[in-house]
């Protein structure tokens, strides 16, 4: 099955600074790629997505590639808000077999911005 | 258009009760699902379905039952509560299963005392 390797949190920054989560995932098969995040009391929701090799997904600021070869969907930001303090899950899902269907989770970072 | 709705929000239950914890959708998802959150775990595959009538294990079905017999629900039972049921439970749908995005509720907070 899949499995992911996820930045350990917690992460602090100030506002304005420059955000990189990393996610390294394994899979079999050709996974669909997201990042969901989660803010406090609040379910999970969808920030972007890629579904195919060198896609760029993005939303509200935050970018990530789907990097086949190094197996890595690393999450950016350029300019981080206090808004954007929240967790944040990388998730590869697969389409075929035993794992249709299937999102695998990393564990989470929990990022903080100071004003 | 309520997306994914799930309750009780919050519920305390004594070790041995049972209790349904509900979920629906009006989106018209084949796909639905149920993971629990526990503290530095993420969130971990209990059960899912991939339409009406079709049921099928995750990681951690153990202690949980479910059934769905319409689009819309998909209740997710707990037989005989155990203290490490205690967590945060979260429904999610998706139009169908692989490479579509999940739409998770807002979750419920169980306790097992």
């Known amino acids: 099955g899949n499995s992911v390797t996820q930045m350990e949190g917690p992460v602090t920054l100030s506002e304005e600074a420059f955000l990189t989560i990393n996610c390294t995932y394994t899979?079999?098969?050709?996974?669909?790629l997201f990042w969901y995040v989660q803010y406090p009391g609040e379910g999970l929701q969808l920030l972007l997505k890629a579904t195919k090799a060198d896609d760029k997904g993005s939303n509200k600021g935050f970018e990530a590639t789907y990097r086949k070869e190094t197996t890595s969907f690393h999450l950016e930001k350029g300019s981080v808000q206090v808004s954007d303090s929240a967790v944040y899950f990388c998730?590869?899902?697969?389409?075929?077999?035993?794992?249709?269907?299937?999102?695998?989770f990393g564990q989470g970072t929990i990022l903080t911005v100071h004003p | 258009n309520a997306g994914v709705t799930q309750t009780p929000k919050f519920q305390v239950l004594k070790t041995g009760q049972s209790m349904t914890l509900q979920c629906a959708q009006d989106?018209?998802?084949?796909?639905m699902s149920w993971y629990r959150q526990d503290p530095g775990m993420g969130l971990r595959l209990i059960h899912y379905?991939?339409?009406?009538?079709?049921?099928d294990q995750g990681e951690v079905p153990n202690g949980y039952n479910v059934s769905r017999s319409t689009t819309e629900d998909f209740p997710l039972r707990l037989l005989s509560a155990a203290p490490s049921q205690t967590s945060v439970y979260f429904c999610a749908t998706a139009l169908s299963g692989g490479r579509y995005e999940q739409y998770f509720g807002p979750g419920t907070r169980l306790t097992v005392t």
């Open positions: 899979a079999t098969g050709y996974p669909s």
């Open positions: 998730a590869p899902s697969n389409a075929g077999g035993t794992s249709y269907g299937k999102l695998t």
């Open positions: 379905s991939v339409g009406a009538g079709i049921t």
């Open positions: 989106m018209n998802h084949e796909y």
